[in-house]
């Protein structure tokens, strides 16, 4: 598989981010489609972490390595700086414990992308005031459906990077149809549908 085939815009983003010839880490890999164009284009070495069984088959099926675990539980089995990049691909909202997450993430890469929705998009607040919770490209379930446990605004996202000592050496604010935006970049809590962090680890050990 090659190209941008099954990639949503956020995964096309970070599959540029990476450097080539990195070793990746992908938690919350789903289908495997971002690993796959990583390893065709990019010539890394990658490893995909999911809990579900149906999206590790799918991206079992594409020749993608992978492990079937639990983020907030199981991150502990990674060795320290075993991986050049750490990817957590619109999978942060729905994780129990993110701290934890992110701790691990830093420990055991230097390079860590993000990509997350922005609860305080526009769109989402004009939502809020019609009475209704927002469904929108970045967050498209129904309140009573969705796999998300926490929402955050940019503001928010990047003031807890802050207090967890990573830091923001880049961000791509995407715009409602998923694509960079000049007025997202500018005033991306309130312009942003959704963002791409590239974090640098300061972990020491």
Partial sequence: MSGQTGLRPDQVIISDLVPTGSRVLDLGCG??????????????LGTGVDSDTSELLRAAALGVPVLEMDLDAD??????????VVVLSRTLQAVPRPGRVLADMARIGRLLI??????????N??????????????????????????????????????????????R???????????????APNLLAGSTVHVLGSNWTG
């Fill in 125 to 170: 607040r004009l939502r809020l005031l019609s009475g209704h919770m927002p469904v929108s490209k970045d967050l498209p379930f129904e309140w009573h459906d969705t796999p998300n446990v926490r929402y955050s605004t940019v503001a928010d996202l990047e003031s807890w990077f802050a207090e967890a000592g990573v830091d923001v050496l880049q």
């Fill in 31 to 44: 289908d495997g489609v971002l690993l796959r164009r990583l390893m065709d284009e990019r010539y890394c």
């Fill in 172 to 186: 791509i604010s995407l715009g409602g149809r998923g694509r960079p935006t000049r007025a997202a970049g500018l």
């Fill in 114 to 123: 993000v990509s997350m929705p922005n609860f305080g998009y526009w769109r």
């Fill in 75 to 84: 991150l502990g089995e990674f060795h320290d700086d075993s991986y050049d």
